[in-house]
């Protein structure tokens, strides 16, 4: 499984535009990048997945370049419930398990 | 679908104490797997099954844990005796055998052992 590489945390304030960017150097040709949202006291839950160029659904977007050796969460005009921990996940649509790393805490402020 | 059942939500024993945790996957979902949250280690998979069969259970810490699938719509995982430091967040989570590694998380049994 490739290693991914995020910030620990991150602050931001109401309606702003918030990226997130994972580092992923040795991921594999057979690769998709997922990330995982989690409220305090929940589960993760599933936020958005793409192998390349851009993916976009209602609750964000995913900027993933040509080389693919990171990608960029981008969650549009943040609210205060959007504070949580974000993973960014590597590994093949064969791969049986996901390691998930630290994540990053996203505090979003009034 | 209701989504990934876990029971109990909360669980307080003492050390010593033989602990249940319980699941019900998504209905569909071929693959259970049994993960461990603490501010230390962040979150760690246990073990996962695969059509009710484990799979790898090289994430269970110590001889103490043990996990069961007994069909497609239950699973438990079992710590005898427990410790203090079993004291985590346990999430059970589930998925199909198609896709791209979409999970589906429980909310999870905080269990505080003393």
């Known amino acids: 499984l490739a290693k991914t590489t995020q910030p620990i945390s991150m602050d931001s304030y109401e309606g702003q535009e918030v990226n997130i960017t994972c580092s992923h150097n040795?991921?594999?040709?057979?690769?998709?990048i997922t990330w995982y949202q989690q409220f305090p006291s929940q589960g993760p839950r599933f936020i958005i997945q793409?192998?390349?160029t851009k993916v976009t659904n209602e609750v964000a977007s995913l900027f993933i370049p040509a080389d693919r050796k990171s990608s960029t969460l981008s969650l549009p005009r943040v609210s205060l419930s959007d504070t949580a921990v974000y993973y960014c996940?590597?590994?093949?649509?064969?791969?049986?398990?996901?390691?998930f790393g630290s994540g990053t805490q996203l505090t979003v402020l009034p | 679908d209701a989504g990934v059942i876990q029971s109990p939500r909360h669980e307080v024993t003492e050390m010593g104490q033989e602990v249940t945790l319980r699941c019900k996957p998504i209905?569909?979902?071929?693959?259970l797997f049994w993960y461990r949250q603490t501010m230390m280690r962040g979150l760690e998979l246990l073990i996962y099954?695969?059509?009710?069969?484990?799979?790898?259970d090289s994430g269970m810490p110590e001889d103490r844990f043990s996990a069961k699938m007994p069909n497609a719509s239950f699973s438990t995982l079992k710590i005898q005796p427990s410790e203090p430091r079993d004291s985590a967040v346990y999430f059970c989570?589930?998925?199909?055998?198609?896709?791209?590694?979409?999970?589906?998380f429980g909310s999870g049994t905080q269990l505080s052992v003393l």
């Open positions: 099954f695969n059509n009710n069969v484990p799979i790898d």
């Open positions: 793409g192998y390349k």
């Open positions: 040795n991921i594999a040709t057979n690769d998709y």
């Open positions: 209905s569909g979902h071929d693959y």
């Open positions: 989570a589930s998925r199909t055998g198609t896709g791209h590694e979409k999970l589906f």
């Open positions: 996940l590597v590994a093949s649509g064969s791969a049986r398990q996901l390691t």
